[in-house]
């Protein structure tokens, strides 16, 4: 059974720092990343990073957010810096694995991250 635990929201002042973990029970992963849920919002792609460390980021957090991964770990990062108030959600991590060929993701149950202007 995969379990994906997230840790590292809360509460920050707008221009502040934050940085989200994410610990991936199991074997060998591909593409792991983070979304982002506001409050009447579409879920949305944040980041995501390839085994191999190809990262993608959404417009919105290019050159403030950083996503990287320790694969011994099976590990996620989003280090997260000048925060603004628009980027208040909830923070989920999403993992993949191709077996049996197909892709299977998995997801974290969230992290709130809060930023008051």
């Known amino acids: 059974q995969v379990q994906l635990v997230e840790s590292g929201g809360g509460l920050v002042q707008a221009g502040g720092s934050l940085r989200l973990s994410c610990a991936a029970s199991g074997s060998i992963f591909g593409a792991m990343g983070w979304y982002r849920q506001a409050p009447g919002k579409q879920r949305e792609l944040v980041a995501d990073?390839?085994?191999?460390?190809?990262?993608n980021y959404a417009d919105s957090v290019k050159g403030r957010f950083t996503i990287s991964r320790d694969n011994a770990k099976n590990t996620v990062y989003l280090q997260m810096n000048s925060l603004k108030p628009e980027d208040t959600a909830v923070y989920y991590c999403?993992?993949?694995?191709?077996?049996?060929?197909?892709?299977?993701?998995?997801w974290g149950q969230g992290t709130q991250v809060t930023v008051s202007s």
């Open positions: 990073i390839t085994r191999g460390g190809r990262t």
């Open positions: 999403n993992a993949n694995k191709y077996y049996g060929g197909s892709n299977h993701g998995y």
